[in-house]
């Protein structure tokens, strides 16, 4: 038996009380911090300019996608999944706001910590092509490798799926490489 199978063996399990005083407390500390950084938001765009704090906004969004973010995408469906959990949907908001409002925020999901504590999570989704495509030119020059070959691999599905069902590629490729040996022409 691990240690992590002892933990939630002997932990306690909350009732649907508990989990409603924790969520009104944590809900009470999210609206705080919204103020908060509408304040600081403000302040910014007062002191940097619009354009300035834009580009500074476009910076940290790749620096927070760069930490926390996570790409990948299906080859059978062409299905995409960018995305990124946060327990700080004011970051969430933040990050979506500096990418133009693309990508979605879900609802607050309730769920147990390794460590068996109470935890609640949002996650920033990232599901369709275009939407991908315009992050990718927001921010993927400034991502670090791992993350680039993520966001490669997942805006890359569309052409290995024509490839691989023989279809024609769109007449501004050329070429494509699948994998990192094998050319397809």
């Avoid at 933990?7 to 909350?14: F, K, S, V």
């Avoid at 103020?35 to 354009?51: D, F, N, Q, S, V």
């Amino acid at each position: 038996m691990t240690a992590a199978s002892k933990r939630q063996e002997g932990a306690h399990q909350p009732s649907e009380a508990e989990w409603q005083l924790a969520e009104s407390d944590f809900l009470r500390r999210e609206d705080r911090r919204r103020r908060a950084e509408t304040r600081w938001r403000g302040a910014a765009i007062k002191r940097l300019g619009p354009e300035t704090y834009a580009l500074v906004e476009l910076g940290w969004a790749a620096g927070f996608w760069d930490g926390e973010g996570h790409g990948s995408a299906s080859q059978r469906g062409g299905e995409f999944n960018c995305s990124l959990d946060q327990d700080d949907r004011v970051l969430l908001e933040r990050l979506q706001a500096a990418l133009g409002g693309i990508g979605r925020i879900s609802k607050l999901k309730r769920r147990r910590s390794k460590a068996g504590k109470l935890q609640f999570i949002y996650t920033y989704r990232i599901s369709n092509q275009r939407d991908l495509e315009a992050v990718w030119l927001s921010i993927g020059l400034h991502l670090g490798p791992a993350k680039r070959d993520q966001f490669a691999r997942a805006l890359s599905v569309p052409i290995v799926t024509l490839l691989r069902n023989g279809k024609t590629l769109p007449r501004t490729i050329t070429s494509a490489t699948v994998g990192r040996r094998k050319r397809l022409r």
